[in-house]
């Protein structure tokens, strides 16, 4: 018996040496007699994650989290104590106690734990995994185990691969992302991703309420609504459905790429990848798409503008109810009164409330209607009422009570806005405390001066526009600088919006001498003065026919705006798209604009003297003038790129649906990136819509992927035509377009054209041979060992096309070279 409780002594001091020596020797551990404080750390097996005491932002409060071990840039993927801070980490710690993980603070109380329970709670250790995942679990088997708790469960702001947003069936209980409060408050707050398991989709919610985004539901391949899924090069989603539960899971198809999304403070989900070149966090998706269609995001009394920055700001007669959170991204305050309302008594003044006229505005809130004749009644009803806040009278009396949600500010001349009327206190209208003597005092002793004063304005506005008209003339010979007030004059005062991009929003203008202008206000330019002068001097001196002409800028402070010349027929979008048929284009003018676009993107990349890269090929960015010659537009905003490539562009542009596989891989972007994107857009001038396209049952349908099947089999190619067109078309051009199409999208960058080569082609200067399938759209891949991408026309054709131009091609010697040169270039890719 003596031996036997020897011998059980003996195991259990080697069973516990065993486990002390697993833990010593990670560094990815902790254990009951290892907490972790102040600054300690620990780290995944791998080095991909560390855990410790953050503090974010400027904020003096201490939490427990996870975040990037290899990001330079600092970024939290998941926070225990997000809600109880500690004041000071020294003498915090995060332990084992009693089988559970807990955050105590310095008088040793709890803070944070895990709250579960265990068997076994001497044996437990929490493992920081090489995938985020945070882990409590047996110590004598760390790697077989099943988690006792696991932070993959238990997700914050950001769900990393792997992880999952489920919904229990056994305990009817939901999984989801919530906000961050501010940049500096990881509490909660109002933003919300969770699954809905009735749709098998995902959907944004408001304060746990309001639904305002859905990614539709699941269709077995991609989400109803994101279409542009299709084009996902980065993420392998997963639907699980079992007795227990339904979930989403994802991976990387490239495990090497650092990407993650996240519920931001913004009310957006977003999709970030880090570009390692740059160290920045790339925002490659987002929903909703604008600011302004986040439910409330700029709380009770403030307004949305989705043409400003900031986007929030407060209504006439309201203020911030806080600067602090303002200025830290978090809007969800919103504004207060800054006089409280009379509300029915009549003041010292003499004065009851009033109402201030708002324009252009869109209140979703629910509104009350009213059965009144007039808008002199429905402005007494809503008077009268103490707790009615706004009206609006367009034929029939709407009336809002409480706080104003969801305000958003609309450009003048937009057609979805209302006017409303705000109340406020009297005491907010100029003139509401001045009685009938003093008013008759000033006006009679202003009379004279106001004469005097007019008699001057005149004379300087006079002055004014006749220096305005020597400078518009000025224009048309050089590259203008324009004082902001000009710009803000001849566009009345950015009221007439043509559209708007990735760069900035776009405005039609009229300068004194009648010469109509479009004026671009950049977006998000953080160059100084010299900086910005230089590049757009550069940009300023391209000319070619195929290119829009910068005629001026503006560089006020933070205020960049470019002049271009205005295209009467606007963008290519609003006629390929058109759905009248008497607007639509036929096949020459297609093919003509096409071939114009193509000279433009050549010009771009080999003829300046620095490599231009578009970066946002599409249909929005070809303008036409009134003889239908397209005109690039845009280009050279993006970051100007030598000849070497050896940079990776720092922040990531374009538009989805039309962006190269490169940019996410964050490899250094070439000009080929701008061909990859040119073909996607061939394949919408085939079509007459867009790639991607919801048909009538909500089914999403990628035309690329037909078309490319249709030009490699040999099928019935005038099937892909516009059905508009009735088939009207040159067959040889439609098979031309389609093939360069398919060559442009490759996904080896390598075997893409040139657009100097495209240009060729669309000539007729060069053939082009059938291309392989693109890896992007086939999930086979045949074998493309040398591969020849052209080849040379016969002898007779050659010198047909050859005679036609010259000015492409100056002798057949020089398109043999270039011929055979493309073919090696293309076996070597």
Known sequence: MFIKNFLHQIFYVFTFLIIQYNILCYADTISLRQPLSGDQTITS??????????????????????????????????????????????????????????????????????????????????????????????????????????????????????????????????????????????????????????????????????????????????????????????????????????????????????????????????????????????????????????????????????????????????????????????????????????????????????????????????????????????????????????????????????????????????????????????SEFPGAKSNMGIIIGAVVGSIAFVLVILGIVIIVVWRHQKLSIKRAAAAKESLVAFPYRDLQNATKNFSDKLGGGGFGSVFKGKLPDSTEIAVKKLESISQGEKQFRTEVSTIGTIQHVNLVRLRGFCSEGNKKLLVYDYMVNGSLDAHLFHEKESKVFDWKTRYHIALGTARGLHYLHEKCRDCIIHCDIKPENILLDSELCPKVADFGLAKLVGRDFSRVLTTMRGTRGYLAPEWISGVAITAKADVYSYGMMLFEFVSGKRNSESSEYGIARFFPTWAASVTVEGGDILSLLDPRLDRNADEDEVLRLCKVACWCIQENESIRPSMGQIVQILEGVLEVNMPPTPRSLQAFVDNQENIVFFTESSASQSSKDQSKTSSTSSNSNSKSTASSNIAEESRQG
């Open 45 to 426: 097996l791998g080095g991909n994650f560390k855990l410790g005491f953050f503090s974010p932002g400027k904020s003096s409060n201490h939490y427990i989290g996870i975040w990037y071990n290899k990001v330079s840039e600092q970024t939290i993927v998941w926070v225990a104590n997000r809600e109880d801070p500690v004041v000071d980490k020294y003498s915090a710690e995060l332990k084992i106690q009693d089988g559970n993980l807990v955050i105590s603070n310095g008088s040793n109380s709890l803070v944070w734990s895990t709250n579960i329970t265990s068997t076994t709670s001497n044996d437990v250790v929490a493992v920081l995994r090489d995938d985020g995942n945070f882990v409590l679990v047996d110590a004598l088997n760390l790697n077989t185990s099943t988690p006792f708790w696991q932070s993959f469960d238990n997700p914050t702001h950001t769900w990393l691969p792997g992880a999952k947003i489920s919904f229990n069936k056994r305990s009817n209980s939901k999984q989801f992302l919530s906000s961050w409060k501010n940049n500096e408050d990881p509490a909660p707050g109002l933003y919300t991703l969770e699954f809905d398991p009735n749709g098998s989709q995902y959907i944004i919610r408001w304060n746990s309420s309001e639904q305002y985004w859905t990614s539709g539901s699941w269709n077995g391949q991609i989400f109803r609504l994101v279409p542009e899924m299709r084009l996902n090069y980065i993420y392998n989603f997963s639907y699980i459905d079992n007795v227990n539960e339904s979930y989403f899971t994802y991976s990387l198809y490239n495990p090497t790429i650092v990407s993650r999304f996240i519920m931001d403070v913004s009310g957006q989900i977003k999709q970030l990848t880090w570009l390692d070149a740059s160290k920045e966090w790339n925002l490659f998706w987002s929903q909703p798409r604008q600011q302004c269609e986040v439910y409330a995001y700029c709380g009770a009394f403030g307004t949305c503008n989705q043409n400003s920055l900031p986007f929030c700001d407060c209504i006439d007669g309201f203020r911030r109810k806080s600067e602090r959170d303002w200025n830290l991204n978090d809007y969800s305050g919103g504004c207060e009164r800054k006089t409280d309302l009379q509300c029915g008594n009549v003041s010292s003044t003499g004065e009851q409330d009033r109402f201030k006229e708002s324009p252009n505005m869109v209140l979703q809130q629910n509104s009350q209607l009213v059965n009144v004749g007039n808008v002199a009644e429905c402005e007494s009803t809503c008077l009268n009422n103490c707790s009615c806040t706004a009206y609006a009278f367009d034929g029939s009396c709407s009336v809002w009570t409480g706080e104003l949600l969801n305000l958003q500010q609309l450009s003048s001349g937009d057609s979805n806005g209302r006017t409303f009327y705000i109340r406020l206190s009297a």
